[in-house]
T-cell receptor
Framework: EDQVTQSPEALRLQEGESSSLNCSYTVSGLRGLFWYRQDPGKGPEFLFTLYSAGEEKEKERLKATLTKKESFLHITAPKPEDSATYLCAVQARGGNTPLVFGKGTRLSVIA | KAGVTQTPRYLIKTRGQQVTLSCSPISGHRSVSWYQQTPGQGLQFLFEYFSETQRNKGNFPGRFSGRQFSNSRSEMNVSTLELGDSALYLC????????????????FGPGTRLTVL
C-alpha cells in the first residue's frame, strides 16, 4: 500500500530562520510527487511536481528536492506569509492511480 | 483563467439527510477528483471521473456517490448522513490526456464545508 509520512507535524520558525520539511514515501513505482500549500479554510494550492530522484524545483523562498525515498521542502528566510500547512502527495505508476496525501506539516512563521 | 469552483461553500445538515455538492472544473480539464479532508485522517480520495465515467474509487461506503456531466462538471452525493461525515469536501480537476503514463497536476477548489448535526 502506498504511504506518505510528513514530519514534523508542526513547525514554528522565527522570520528569516531557514528550515526543511520532510516527506517520506513508499510507493510501487513513483509517477510523481506533489507539494501543495493549504491556508486555513481554503483548498490546497499547487506548488511543485517532482518526477525522479535528483530533481529539484524552486519558487521564491521554496525549494523542493527528491530522493528515492523522500522529498524535502526547504524554506529559505521565511516570512509570516509563508505560514500555512504544506501537503505532500504521491502518485503511483500503473493505470490512473489517485494521489495519496500525507497529513501535512503546519508551519508558523513568527515576525 | 477561472479556477475550480465548488458550491455551496458551507452546508449544515442533520443525521439521516442527504446532500449534493457541485464542482465546476477549470475550462478544458476533463478529470475531476473528490477528496474528504478531516483533521484526523487528512485528505482521503473518494473517486475520480473522466469523460463521464468513474475511473477510480477510494475506500468509502456506498453512501458516497458521484457523477460527471458532458461539460465535465461533477456532483457528489452523500446519502443517510452520519456525524462522521462532517468534513471539508474538496474537488480537484486536471487536464488529463487519458494516457495512463502521463502525470497531470490536480488543481483544487476552495472546498465545501459540511457539518452534520
Amino acid at each position: 500500500e502506498d504511504q506518505v509520512t510528513q514530519s514534523p507535524e508542526a513547525l514554528r520558525l522565527q522570520e528569516g530562520e531557514s528550515s526543511s520539511l520532510n516527506c517520506s514515501y513508499t510507493v510501487s513505482g513513483l509517477r510523481g510527487l506533489f507539494w501543495y500549500r493549504q491556508d486555513p479554510g481554503k483548498g490546497p494550492e499547487f506548488l511543485f511536481t517532482l518526477y525522479s530522484a535528483g530533481e529539484e524545483k524552486e519558487k521564491e523562498r521554496l525549494k523542493a528536492t527528491l530522493t528515492k525515498k523522500e522529498s524535502f521542502l526547504h524554506i529559505t528566510a521565511p516570512k509570516p506569509e509563508d505560514s500555512a500547512t504544506y501537503l505532500c502527495a504521491v502518485q503511483a505508476r500503473g493505470g490512473n492511480t489517485p494521489l495519496v496525501f500525507g497529513k501535512g506539516t503546519r508551519l508558523s512563521v513568527i515576525a | 483563467k477561472a479556477g475550480v469552483t465548488q458550491t455551496p461553500r458551507y452546508l449544515i445538515k442533520t443525521r439521516g439527510q442527504q446532500v449534493t455538492l457541485s464542482c465546476s472544473p477549470i475550462s478544458g480539464h476533463r478529470s475531476v477528483s473528490w477528496y474528504q479532508q478531516t483533521p484526523g485522517q487528512g485528505l482521503q480520495f473518494l473517486f475520480e471521473y473522466f469523460s463521464e465515467t468513474q475511473r477510480n474509487k477510494g475506500n468509502f461506503p456506498g453512501r458516497f456517490s458521484g457523477r460527471q456531466f458532458s461539460n465535465s462538471r461533477s456532483e457528489m452525493n452523500v446519502s443517510t448522513l452520519e456525524l462522521g461525515d462532517s468534513a471539508l469536501y474538496l474537488c480537484a480537476s486536471s487536464r488529463t490526456s487519458g494516457r495512463a503514463w502521463e502525470t497531470d497536476t490536480q488543481y483544487f477548489g476552495p472546498g465545501t464545508r459540511l457539518t452534520v448535526l
